[in-house]
T-cell receptor, first 114, second 111 residues
Framework: GAGVSQSPSNKVTEKGKDVELRCDPI?????LYWYRQSLGQGLEFLIY????????KSGLPSDRFSAERTGGSVSTLTIQRTQQEDSAVYLC????????????FGPGTRLLVL | SQQGEEDPQALSIQEGENATMNCSYK?????LQWYRQNSGRGLVHLIL?????REKHSGRLRVTLDTSKKSSSLLITASRAADTASYFC???????????FGKGTRLSVIA
């Protein structure tokens, strides 16, 4: 079946603009994760959705970052008033039930804020 | 702070040699996973080892886990140029928080 997909693949924006990044998880996966990866660095956890539970937002770096997951499937990560330091690859992953399982990653969205 | 830390940060070997990467972590875990990343894009899951396991094999991969030392190693035998990638360990702390990834080891296999 289809894997995790993300769109757009690349996004160039100007400082101060808002951006929306989309993630389509694997069908039937109840857990969805967003990570950020700066150049040459490891993955920084941003937010985690599990079923109908309140999301774990503990990794969001500021109130300019928000995410939602509609209908337990597609998720959108929104960054408002983008800053140059937001430039990174944003990775989405899903797993069947929860954090103790294998995560399946999308190809990522490479964001460049000029 | 990082839960998992890989060592070395970078490793360069000749094709056919074995590559060993290490991961250390700080708190008790349910399991430890290794992932591979090509060209800064999505990660691919390689292997999961549970806290009650000591060693696990998958093809040319061998993973060990020493919970007393809070460390794990990933061995790739008979390396190939296609193994060139970054390798990350990820831990699942017992408090059931999301996986915490280390900064990775960048492996270069020279043909």
């Amino acid at each position: 079946g289809a894997g995790v997909s993300q769109s757009p693949s690349n996004k160039v924006t100007e400082k101060g603009k808002d951006v929306e990044l989309r993630c389509d998880p694997i069908s039937g996966h109840t857990a969805l994760y967003w990570y950020r990866q700066s150049l040459g660095q490891g993955l920084e956890f941003l937010i985690y959705f599990q079923g109908n539970s309140a999301p774990d937002k503990s990794g969001l770096p500021s109130d300019r970052f928000s995410a939602e997951r509609t209908g337990g499937s597609v998720s959108t990560l929104t960054i408002q008033r983008t800053q140059q330091e937001d430039s990174a690859v944003y990775l989405c992953a899903s797993s069947l039930r929860g954090v103790q399982e294998t995560q399946y990653f999308g190809p990522g969205t490479r964001l460049l804020v000029l | 702070s990082q839960q998992g830390e890989e060592d070395p940060q970078a490793l360069s070997i000749q094709e056919g040699e074995n590559a060993t990467m290490n991961c250390s972590y700080k708190t008790s875990i349910n399991n430890l996973q290794w992932y591979r990343q090509n060209s800064g894009r999505g990660l691919v899951h390689l292997i999961l080892i549970r806290s009650n396991e000591r060693e696990k094999h998958s093809g040319r991969l061998r993973v060990t886990l020493d919970t007393s030392k809070k460390s794990s190693s990933l061995l790739i035998t008979a390396s190939r140029a296609a193994d060139t990638a970054s390798y990350f360990c990820a831990t699942d702390p017992l408090r059931n928080t999301p996986l915490v990834f280390g900064k990775g080891t960048r492996l270069s296999v020279i043909a």
